[in-house]
């Protein structure tokens, strides 16, 4: 019985006779091993990188847009005055 391969992304079948070695068959694929816990192991097969990114991409947590633009702005006020402290004492940054 011909063992199968199958992209977890977008459905695409490799299938190989047990005479064939895996690597040959699956040349180009990726294999993705999701480590849950004690024993427990998944495996994910992607027939490309954009598979494979698709997939990932849907599986981070999506975060608010309006989270990372206050962020930003914090962080760009931290720089500012760190550039000021700076000058005063000396001038290490340009
Ligand atoms: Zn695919």
Not at 8 to 23: A, L, N, Q, T, Y
Not at 54 to 64: G, H, T
Request: hydrophobic fraction near 35%.
């Amino acid at each position: 019985m011909p063992k199968a391969f199958i992209c977890h992304s977008c459905d695409e079948r490799v299938e190989f006779s047990p005479e064939k070695r895996p690597c040959e068959a699956l040349s180009g694929w990726l294999t993705v091993s999701h480590w849950k816990g004690l024993g427990a192991v998944e495996q994910y097969n992607f027939c490309s990188f954009t598979c494979l990114k698709r997939w990932a991409d849907a599986q981070v947590p999506k975060i608010p847009e309006v989270f990372l633009k206050a962020f930003e702005r914090k962080r760009d006020k931290k720089r500012k005055a760190m550039r000021g402290k700076y000058n005063l004492e000396g001038g290490i940054a340009p």
